[in-house]
């Protein structure tokens, strides 16, 4: 297993351009996160995804922002009309189908967004 | 909602010194995780730690659920041991996401 993998790992992008990243979980995790983390500070969350289904979103995720996991396999993330302030890196992390309350979440390297 | 607190903010240490870094949370939680950040970004999962004590090489971890509070030790540090520190739990009233809840860091230099 080579853990969670995100693509690109890097993209710069003009302001109001549209973006799509792309996050491939641990295979058989059934749950899978989206983060987004800005300069000196922790994480914050964005959406969660069991299976194909997003049972949760954060209101930072705003309706410029769009997440899918078809089949339940990969998913992606698609920002519209970029501003300045999504620059950020996207973390994308997935854990197992846990029982009981084991969760223990493992993430990919991260999208560094730049928006110039 | 839950607030995670980490202390000290900063850390700067030689090589081959011991340290303990805290994480504070406010409310119950079903799920600690503690992560050290690397300087290219990546997350590296280091314990989860709900509660009681771990240890892995040089790291041990432990945490008190009842008193809201988890420790990180690092002993012997090497300068790989340089980056952030981070804590995460899942608040046990937060719903059933078990979306991580991350603490402010502890930004930690081992000097040679």
Same mark, same amino acid.
């Given at each position: ?71 339940? /396999? ?12 999504? /620059? ?29 | ?112």
């Amino acid at each position: 297993d080579t853990g969670v993998s995100q693509n690109p790992r890097h993209k710069i992008t003009k302001r109001g351009q549209n973006v799509t990243f792309r996050c491939d979980p641990i295979s058989e995790h059934n749950r899978l996160y989206w983060y987004r983390q800005t300069l000196g500070q922790g994480p914050e969350f964005l959406t969660y995804f069991q299976n194909e289904a997003q049972l949760e979103k954060s209101r930072l995720l705003s309706d410029r922002f769009s997440a899918e996991r078809p089949k339940g /396999s990969f998913s992606t993330l698609e920002i519209q009309r970029t501003e300045q302030g999504d /620059s950020a890196m996207y973390l994308c992390a997935s854990s197992p189908r846990g029982r009981g309350d084991n969760n223990e979440q493992y993430f990919g390297p991260g999208t560094r967004l730049t928006v110039t | 909602g839950i607030q995670v607190e980490q202390s000290p903010p900063d850390l700067i240490l030689q090589e081959g010194a011991n340290s303990t870094l805290r994480c504070n949370f406010s409310d119950s939680v079903n799920n600690l995780q503690w992560f050290h950040q690397n300087p290219w970004g990546q997350l590296i999962n280091l314990f989860y730690i709900p509660s009681g004590t771990k240890q892995n090489g040089r790291l041990s971890a432990t945490t008190v659920a009842t008193e809201r509070y988890s420790l990180l030790y690092i002993s012997s540090s090497q300068t790989t041991d340089s980056g952030v520190y981070f804590c995460a739990v899942v608040n046990r009233g937060g719903g059933a996401t078990n979306k991580l809840i991350f603490g402010t860091g502890t930004l930690l230099a081992v000097q040679p």
